[in-house]
């Protein structure tokens, strides 16, 4: 209402009644009986929804864990997950898993951390998986440089690469599929039978398109073979040392070790293997069961 | 019984436009004798068990693929054409990882220097296949090549690089500064052009735009590469033994060559090479003398030989022309084939029908040798019937509205069925009891 309006009503009403006490913010008598005559009742603050964060002193990382599994603090399903899940706990970082899937993640992978922060009002910023490393490293005090060994980047590539392939190919193309994907991926996130077929095709897809990047036909006994042959490297890489390049401390090379030789040799990995050749070919590398054991005894007491 | 190597045709001066190519053709040079093994440069990649080159056929064995074709080579023939039979165990487990490590860095680099680049690709690499494959197949086997290599290196973000698609991408920096130039463009104000690219943005803008930051990835990726390269070689003249090459030798070979003798005019990758690991350049020239006799190949030398038929002829020609490898004619096909292999892979391109006609490439393990656990999903056979009801009642209607749509009815479609003319007359019994009942209702009622 513009300002000339006011003065024009108020004007005619102070010289009507002559009460200059009155103002126009004034509650009118009427309407001040009337609100008297309800008491004033504040309302308790509603709970938080249940899935809310609650405690929020911890970091928390994201993965692909069951539900049962996650309050455990069991290893994670997903190699991707547990190499980092893993590091974490190389590094004393205290941290709590929860249970995610993909569509959570900001990057659209998993895993992520939240990190703690010390100003509730503002929300910390997620740090995706390629980022971890160097966070572990400015945030935990027992954090160790990876060694400088020049075989470094090439026994690593030998885990991203040919492990991963023949991981990729035995979950999701073999007959593994129905019995380790399905129950671990796929029926926990939906029920409708619509949605889970699509999920089923989706992820062979995926996984069909990135074998067929590196060669243009994808046979099983290559992809196994090449494993294999990976495995027999580390293997004699590691020999008789605790861990891997002789060094004094577990670092992001044996947790990426792990990661595979752990999910490989678990015979409960979802209802457990039916194409068991790379549990096999993980098997017959004495000193890599030797170092995934000493691994799941130390940092996973509980699983 | 004589070896016989099918590889991608030469280029740039090289024996092969392929990688994995000339490390086979080393490999087979340095330790083959010359008379028991023949070169073809072939094209016709689906004659192959896996649709790529290098191919070996050995009487009715056919190999492919470097590591494959080596270990074959070790395997077999008594184990007389190894390089490595004095590795050691060690250095066996070394050159494993650095040849998955060079197939897993190396090729992105060569991917993206000769194939995503677009000034490179269309400036050099094409041109190259033209030199090498017959004309009609150049439609299909380069975009084909560049297309995979396009998704071996996407999760690089590195598409700035493919000017054809670059402009899809959208705009590549979001700066408030970006803002002004779009709504001085829209203006029709004249904005910076190529030269003073960066202007008024401050070096941080200058450094983020699309050629500059490209520029600090190739370099991150390039390091990646050769760092750890050069480390291992050290002062030694071979990455694992100091006296002898061995097959990691010849597949760092095959890449290093690739990224260093082809003529590209975006040379980031040689620029690299030279300003920074003179002792990989020293070792790139060494390789050359010793693995291929320094030789330069020529396409058209080599595309020559297809003119003659007898052996001596092509032995004569080859010694006349200089050159070192036992270069074959490509074997002639018959028009019926080649027509075979035009329409597939003219079909592969084509979206639906690719996916009938062609069978899928991953090979599955017979399924009767293998037992399936339970799925609690539907099952494929009732999938299958579900989504054949679905299209069969889409057709049917489809059928139906294109039926109608042909042959439309005159005046207004009206739904009638018979109705007894007599009365109730149909129902027998019943039907005289209801005549006699329908006789007592006035007779406008039944006529509605």
Known sequence: MPPENIERDEDPQNDNRHQPSRSLFTVPAPIERLFDRFPLLTYPANDLPLRAPRNRNEHVLYVFITLDGASAGAPSYNPGCLKWQTYLKFCNVNFRVVSSNNHASPSGALPFLLPLSSDTSKTAQAIPSSKLQKWTMSNSTTAVEEPSDLRYEAYLSLLDHRIRRAWLYTLYLSPNFTSIVEPLYILPASVNSIVRLTIAHQLRTAAENELLKFSAVVTPDTLYKEAEEAFAALEILLEHNTWFFGAEKPGLFDASVFAYTHLVMDENLGNGWIDTRLHDAVLQSKNLVSHRNRILTTYFPSA | ?448
């Open chain 2, 1 to 448: 019984m004589v070896l016989e190597l099918h590889v991608w045709g030469p280029a740039f001066g090289l024996p092969s436009i392929d990688a994995e190519c000339i490390a086979t053709i080393a490999y087979f040079h340095r330790i083959i004798p010359y008379s028991q093994w023949i070169l073809v440069a072939d094209h016709d990649a689906p004659l192959t068990p896996k649709y790529e080159f290098p191919v070996l056929i050995d009487g009715i064995v056919r190999v492919s693929g470097f590591h494959d074709i080596v270990s074959y080579l070790r395997n077999h023939r008594s184990g007389a054409y190894d390089l490595d039979y004095n590795l050691t165990h060690q250095q066996q487990t070394d050159r494993t990882a650095f040849i998955s490590f060079l197939q897993s860095t190396a090729s992105p680099l060569v991917d993206l220097s000769l194939y995503i680049s677009s000034e490179n690709y269309t400036s050099t690499t094409s041109s190259a296949y033209t030199a090498i494959l017959p004309w009609y197949t150049n439609y299909t086997i380069p975009p084909a090549r560049r297309d995979l290599a396009r998704a071996r290196t996407a999760h690089l973000g590195l598409s700035s690089l493919d000017v054809n698609t670059a402009g899809q991408d959208g705009p590549e920096v979001s700066s408030p500064s970006s803002g002004f130039e779009a709504a001085k463009r829209s203006a029709g104000l004249p904005s910076g052009g190529r030269l003073d690219m960066g202007r008024g943005k401050g070096i941080r803008g200058l450094l983020s735009s699309p050629i500059y930051a490209a520029r600090f990835r190739l370099d991150s990726l390039t390091n990646e590469l050769l760092e750890p390269l050069s480390d291992l070689l050290g002062k030694k003249d071979y990455l694992l033994q100091g006296d002898k090459p061995s097959s990691l030798d010849c597949l760092a070979f095959g890449y290093l060559a690739l990224m260093f003798y082809p003529p590209v005019p975006q040379a980031w990758l040689k620029d690299a090479i030279q300003a920074r690991y003179p002792r990989i350049v020293r070792y790139i020239w060494r390789m050359r003398e010793e693995l291929l006799g320094g030789e330069d190949v020529k396409a058209s030398g080599v595309w020559s030989l297809s003119s003659y038929r007898k052996a001596a002829e092509i032995e004569e020609v080859l010694h006349n022309l200089g050159m070192c490898l036992p270069w074959r004619p490509c074997p002639s096909r018959s028009l019926l084939l080649i027509a075979v292999g035009v329409t597939r892979k003219i079909t592969s391109n084509i979206p639906l029908l690719s996916r009938l006609l062609h069978s899928s490439r991953i090979v599955y393990p017979s399924p009767s040798g293998t037992k399936k656990g339970p799925s609690a999903l539907p099952s494929p056979l009732i999938v299958n019937s579900f989504s054949a009801i679905s299209a069969a009642i889409f057709t049917t209607f489809a059928a139906i509205a294109i039926h109608h749509r042909r042959s439309p009815r005159e005046g207004d479609l009206i739904f009638w069925a018979l109705r007894p003319s007599t009365g109730f007359g149909g129902y027998g019994e019943a039907g005289n009891i209801l005549s006699i009942l329908a006789g007592q209702f006035p007779r406008g009622a039944t006529r509605y």
